[in-house]
């Protein structure tokens, strides 16, 4: 069963709020993906891992955060950016709202990999005010993307309009992905890569990093479900640390 904000109504909520059970939101961006690739991707891919997550842990599961802080895309015509500030008050004033309706604990799903850092801060906040907060990126992906895609990344950890990515949207949003238009692109990353804030598109004509062209939505199953199956213990053990119900009872 999913408890999904964007199907209830507040009946429906307040009947649940006894049960001591956490809420999940998704946080993506509107950013650009190649020309195969819609700009919705980080919202999407972080609003179907979620709903995966809520499948398995009961938890309420919030309508996502469309906007992230996409500033190194911006060259790019069609990325819509939000300051880190904006970012992190808007997770803040989400955490207080649930903290008013008694809700007892927050999972963040993030989809982009801009937004971390306001999260964290947003965390940390929020923390001081009694709401527990737990952050996560994509937990497991690394290694289940060795195990399942054919093309190597761009760079370790690095995946963006990828096989990866494209493969989570072909399971999930296939009639967006337009493989014809699917092409690789390898950038030559700076070695200061990480260290100073520069336009991707100084380095990349498409968009692309890495090799869309071996996506299938079967992979995209496989890693959507792997990463919600890699998720539940590590929320079981946040539930735990905060005295709270965990996704086995």
Known sequence: MIR???????PDVAG????????ILPVGAIEQHG???????????????????????????????????????????????????????????????????????LITLNGHFGNSGPIALAARTLLSEGLPVLHLDYPGLEPLAGKICTSKPAGPGFYHADEVETSMMLALRPEAVQMDRATPEYPDFPPTFGQEPFQLR????????????????????????????????????????????????
């Open 4 to 10: 999904d904000f964007a199907a209830l109504s507040w």
């Open 16 to 23: 649940d709020l006894s049960r001591n059970i956490p809420a």
């Open 202 to 249: 100084e380095i990349s004509e498409s968009g692309v990093f890495g090799d869309p062209r071996a996506a299938t939505a079967e992979k995209g199953r496989m890693l959507i479900h792997g990463i919600a199956d890699a998720a539940v213990p590590l929320i079981d053990a946040f539930l735990t640390r905060h005295g709270l119900t965990t996704t086995q009872g």
């Open 35 to 105: 020309a195969h690739l819609p700009l919705t991707v980080d919202r999407d891919l972080a609003e179907g891992v979620a709903r995966a997550i809520a499948e398995r842990t009961g938890a309420f599961l919030l309508p996502a955060c469309g906007y992230g802080e996409t500033w190194s895309s911006e060259a790019f015509p069609g990325t819509l950016s939000i300051s880190p500030e904006t970012l992190r008050a808007m997770i803040q004033d989400i955490g207080r709202g649930l903290i008013g309706m008694g809700i007892p604990a």
